[in-house]
Every structure is written in structure tokens, then in C-alpha cells.
T-cell receptor
Framework: AQKVTQAQTEISVVEKEDVTLDCVYE???????LFWYKQPPSGELVFLIRRNSFDEQNEISGRYSWNFQKSTSSFNFTITASQVVDSAVYFCALARNNAGNMLTFGGGTRLMVKP | GAGVSQSPSNKVTEKGKDVELRCDPI?????LYWYRQRLGQGLEFLIYFQGNSAPDKSGLPSDRFSAERTGESVSTLTIQRTQQEDSAVYLC???????????????FGPGTRLTVL
């Protein structure tokens, strides 16, 4: 069975601080995919990143960066110089390498960035 | 282009009534998914459609839940004899199909917030 754990249910930071959202996953598959989605107050999930289990290279996109470590089964997400617009619930998700690739979601981390 | 759309955006119903939720996937996306998100929780997979193949219903919580999709177009999720525990946001996602039968990244609609009184 697959499982995704986001231990931080809520994080509060002040604008311009860096913040890291943790994600730990469990799977018996050797090939799988990891995702991060953002859910702003409007409710719609916004896709941020997709990672193949064979690609452990870290990725940076603007103020966002992701650290994938298979050794610890973690896929952490860092926001540098946070902004109020980053306030949202962030979900980490895992998909098997099969037709359908249904997503198993973590419980989400609510990030509040205060001005 | 247009994203995934869902209707209605909000639905309030009385316990015991049936409800239908609609999802319009992104044009050209062959795969369609339904998820449920209870208040303050992550999303739970309900059902998956891929083209004309038999749907994967492994996530449906009870036989009161069913869904249909005609070809690669609109899908309808039906909940019969609604219960208060069915109150949640129901999200639809669609994706394209990759080589080897895998599916690409899922893109989500805005959801339908269902409240059962």
C-alpha cells in the first residue's frame, strides 16, 4: 500500500522568510511519481511539480525548490523569500507507475505567510 | 485553453436525496478522475476513466456512489440516498495518455462543494 505523510499540518511565517514543507512517502514500487499541488483559498488545485523516481536531481523554479531523496523517502518543498500570495494548503502526492496513476495524497500543510 | 470545469460549484441537499455532479474535462484529455476532499483533509481517489475501457471503481466508498462517462467527454458522479458523511468537496481531474498506457499529470477542476443537511 502507498502512503504519503505531511507531518506539518500548519506553518506560519513572516513574509520574506524561507520555509520548507516536508513530505515523506511509502511505496513498494521501484518506479513511481511524486507531485506537489497548491490549493489557494479559492479551492482549485494548482499543479507545481512532477518527479519521476529515477530522477533525484533537485529542481529549482524561481523561489520554489524541491529536494528529492530516495534514501529517506522524502520529497521536500522549499519556498525562498516567502510572500503573502504563497499562503495556501500544499499537498504532496504519490502515483504508481501504472495505467491510471491514481494519486495518493498527503493530508496537506497549511502555510500562512503574514506581512 | 479551457481548464477542467465542474458544476454546480455548490450543492446543498437534504439527507436521503440523490445528487448529480458534473465534470467537463480538458479537451483531448482521455483520462478522467474523481476525488473527494473532506474538510481539512487530503484528497481520496474515487474512480478513474480511460477512454472506452472499463472504469477503475476501486475508490468508491459504497454502492450509493456511481459515475458514468461517455467516450472521452463529460462525466457525471451520482450519489444516491445522500448521508451527512457525504458532505465534502468533490474534485474532478483530467489528463492525457502517454505511451505505454500511462497517464500524464492530472489537472484539477474547481470542485463541487456538497453539503448534506
Amino acid at each position: 500500500a502507498q502512503k504519503v505523510t505531511q507531518a506539518q499540518t500548519e506553518i506560519s511565517v513572516v513574509e520574506k522568510e524561507d520555509v520548507t514543507l516536508d513530505c515523506v512517502y511509502e511505496t513498494r514500487d521501484t518506479t513511481y511519481y511524486l507531485f506537489w499541488y497548491k490549493q489557494p483559498p479559492s479551492g482549485e488545485l494548482v499543479f507545481l511539480i512532477r518527479r519521476n523516481s529515477f530522477d533525484e536531481q533537485n529542481e529549482i523554479s524561481g523561489r520554489y525548490s524541491w529536494n528529492f531523496q530516495k534514501s529517506t523517502s522524502s520529497f521536500n518543498f522549499t519556498i525562498t523569500a516567502s510572500q503573502v500570495v504563497d499562503s495556501a494548503v500544499y499537498f504532496c502526492a504519490l502515483a504508481r507507475n501504472n495505467a491510471g496513476n491514481m494519486l495518493t495524497f498527503g493530508g496537506g500543510t497549511r502555510l500562512m505567510v503574514k506581512p | 485553453g479551457a481548464g477542467v470545469s465542474q458544476s454546480p460549484s455548490n450543492k446543498v441537499t437534504e439527507k436521503g436525496k440523490d445528487v448529480e455532479l458534473r465534470c467537463d474535462p480538458i479537451s483531448g484529455h482521455t483520462a478522467l478522475y474523481w476525488y473527494r476532499q473532506r474538510l481539512g483533509q487530503g484528497l481520496e481517489f474515487l474512480i478513474y476513466f480511460q477512454g472506452n475501457s472499463a472504469p477503475d471503481k476501486s475508490g468508491l466508498p459504497s454502492d450509493r456512489f456511481s459515475a458514468e462517462r461517455t467516450g472521452e467527454s463529460v462525466s457525471t458522479l451520482t450519489i444516491q440516498r445522500t448521508q451527512q458523511e457525504d458532505s465534502a468537496v468533490y474534485l474532478c481531474a483530467s489528463s492525457t495518455r502517454l505511451a505505454g498506457g500511462l497517464t500524464d499529470t492530472q489537472y484539477f477542476g474547481p470542485g463541487t462543494r456538497l453539503t448534506v443537511l
